[in-house]
């Protein structure tokens, strides 16, 4: 049987980043779900599909297909043949990717691919649904957040050091937005497994959050 470590949170607590360390220390597989619905998200612009329009959407997936490769332990993001990793980080796609994610059929679509991936590899999945919907039987969880003002100065900082043009306020409101969004939305609204392990990784520097991380997993068993 595989071993399976369930990592949700809001966007920006560093999940991906210490999750993707901590996946290195711990010989298992890295799997970002953001990424897949950010995947999707970049379809429907691209196609220009109304996603309100629940038979046009459901044509645009059975259209969809999605791989996905690993490339020096980066996970890269394959649609219908193309590396589409660099484009579903633009702010256009983030805030797509969150209105795409509310649609049950979107969830529907990718339910089996994650489950499938976690079933077959050691894996540390990161998302917003991974304890509670996803895995439901991890051998961990961990529900890993920080505060909207500490999210949004790491992106912010992350935005500077590439030279991209930001605001901190406009940041903070997009995290806050998009929070909202993630959590009241019907169906698989982002909360905390009721067997989740806590992590506030506010007042945390990002290697003492890959050590909680390694220590937690030990203590479930991954050694
Ligand atoms: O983690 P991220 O910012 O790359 O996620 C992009 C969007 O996808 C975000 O608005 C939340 C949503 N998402 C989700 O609903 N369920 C997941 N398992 C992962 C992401």
Redesign the pocket.
């Known amino acids: 049987m595989s071993f399976n470590i369930a990592i ?1 949170g809001p ?2 607590a560093g ?2 980043t210490a999750a993707k360390l901590a996946a290195g220390r711990l010989k298992m597989i890295y799997v ?7 995947t999707i ?1 970049l379809y429907m612009l691209e196609k220009q599909v109304d996603i309100e329009d629940e038979s046009a959407l459901q044509k645009a997936l059975s259209e969809i297909r999605i791989e996905i490769a690993y490339r020096d332990q980066t996970q890269l993001m394959i649609l219908n043949g193309e590396d589409v990793s660099g484009k579903i980080r633009t702010p256009e796609v ?1 805030g797509r ?2 209105l ?3 649609k049950p059929a979107v ?1 529907a679509f ?1 339910l089996d691919l ?1 489950r499938d991936l976690a079933a077959r590899e050691d894996v540390i999945m ?5 304890g509670t919907e ?1 895995l439901p039987g991890a051998q961990l969880k961990i529900f890993l957040t920080a505060s909207v003002a500490v999210r949004a100065k790491r992106r912010f900082d992350e935005l500077q050091e590439k030279g991209i043009p930001c605001d901190l306020e406009e940041i903070s409101r997009e995290i806050y937005e ?1 929070d909202q ?2 959590m009241n939305r019907a169906s ?1 609204p ?1 909360r905390q497994a009721e067997d989740a392990v806590l992590l506030d990784t506010s007042g945390m520097n990002l290697e003492e959050v890959v050590e909680q991380i390694v220590n937690l997993a030990a203590k479930a068993g991954r050694t």
């Not at 970002?32 to 950010?38: E, I, S």
């Not at 990161?126 to 991974?130: A, E, L, P, V, Y």
Request: charged share 35%; proline share 0%.
């Open positions: 949700d966007a920006g999940k991906s970002d779900t953001g990424a897949m619905y950010r998200a983030s990717a969150s795409t994610a509310a969830r990718l994650q990161d998302g917003r649904d991974i996803i998009r969004r993630d698989a982002l």
